[in-house]
């Protein structure tokens, strides 16, 4: 398929893709409705391992059962928590770490990730990801928490050492105002 500028989750998709190879160990921070889950347990392949967070038991339990039916499950810790325990759970290193930010797709949207847990969390991330890995972000602005969440993690990465991260800020700029953004940031 030709390259094609579709998303936000699209970009990040394609940079993961770029950088994961089988036996790796990666990082779903924000489960969801395990889309990123499946597509990253693919990529690691039978002794790579999938380490997935959510602070909602359906966003585990939608995972689940994804990474059952497509028979990937067993190369899967998921652990129905918040992502600011990332650091308690992951000892080793990561090749990479993958955040959707905002609510969960379909779920109760006053249940949103919150800058101060991500913050917490994409650092862990950072400290754990390998040389030449990379943290993915994909941030929502067209809500309250959305927005503050996006503009702080915006100034945040602009002060991370060019010397240790390069980190690229995606946005589209005819989608308007509120359009996801990915932020993708890799270890030097």
Not at 109 to 114: A, F, N, P, R, Y
Request: glycine share 10%.
């Amino acid at each position: 398929m030709p390259y094609e500028l579709r998303s936000a989750r699209y970009l990040a998709a394609d940079a993961l893709r770029q950088v994961i190879r089988p036996g790796d160990t990666v990082i779903d921070a924000t489960l969801g409705n395990g889309h990123d889950a499946c597509m990253l347990a693919e990529l690691v392949g039978e002794n790579g391992h999938l380490i997935g967070f959510d602070i909602q038991h359906d966003a585990v339990e939608r995972t689940t059962a994804s990474l059952t039916e497509k028979g990937l499950i067993n190369r899967c810790t998921l652990y129905a928590e918040g992502h600011q325990h990332i650091a308690e759970r992951v000892t080793g290193p990561i090749q990479a770490a993958v955040f959707n930010l905002g609510w969960l797709p379909g779920g109760d949207k006053s249940i949103t990730t919150l800058w101060e847990t991500t913050q917490t969390a994409i650092t862990a991330c950072l400290t754990l990801l390998a040389k030449g890995g990379v943290c993915t972000v994909c941030a929502y602005p067209g809500h309250a928490e959305g927005d503050r969440e996006r503009y702080a993690l915006s100034d945040w990465l602009s002060a991370l050492r060019p010397q240790e991260f390069n980190v690229l800020h995606n946005r589209f700029l005819n989608a308007g105002p509120g359009a996801p953004e990915c932020f993708i940031i890799q270890k030097q």
